[in-house]
Nanobody, 127 residues
Framework: QVQLVESGGGLVQAGDSLGLSCAASGRTINDRYMGWFRQAPGKERQFVSAISASGRLTRYVDSVKGRFIISRDNAKNTLYLQMSSLKPEDTAVYYC????????????????????WGQGTQVTVSS
């Protein structure tokens, strides 16, 4: 079992930056692909970004390309999402997710590709 705990959310103004962290415990994330998803009120959970186990492969939803950067530190068992030039439409609960062990050489953008989820952290961007 992998436990995931997100942190770093908060209330910011449009144009600001914010960094999210996702600390994993229970098992290592070394050979798992990891992802960030978000869910705005009244909307379905949406893929934001994903990263392979080595960090060499990354993918972003078009709406955050050039503004968000996903990274990971396997030694610290932690996933990150650096968000800049935030917009009100980025307002959502952000979730960290991890794949099963041994799947880390690829990236999956669909919700069903992830086996472990955090509880989420709220990001609110005011205009």
């Amino acid at each position: 079992q992998v436990q995931l705990v997100e942190s770093g959310g908060g209330l910011v103004q449009a144009g600001d930056s914010l960094g999210l962290s996702c600390a994993a415990s229970g098992r290592t994330i070394n050979d798992r692909y990891m992802g960030w998803f978000r869910q705005a009120p009244g909307k379905e959970r949406q893929f934001v970004s994903a990263i392979s186990a080595s960090g060499r492969l990354t993918r972003y939803v078009d709406s955050v390309k050039g503004r968000f950067i996903i990274s990971r530190d396997n030694a610290k068992n932690t996933l990150y999402l650096q968000m800049s030039s935030l917009k009100p439409e980025d307002t959502a609960v952000y979730y960290c997710a991890a794949s099963r062990d041994g799947a880390g050489g690829r990236i999956v953008t669909a919700n069903y590709g992830y086996d472990y989820w955090g509880q989420g952290t709220q990001v609110t961007v005011s205009s």
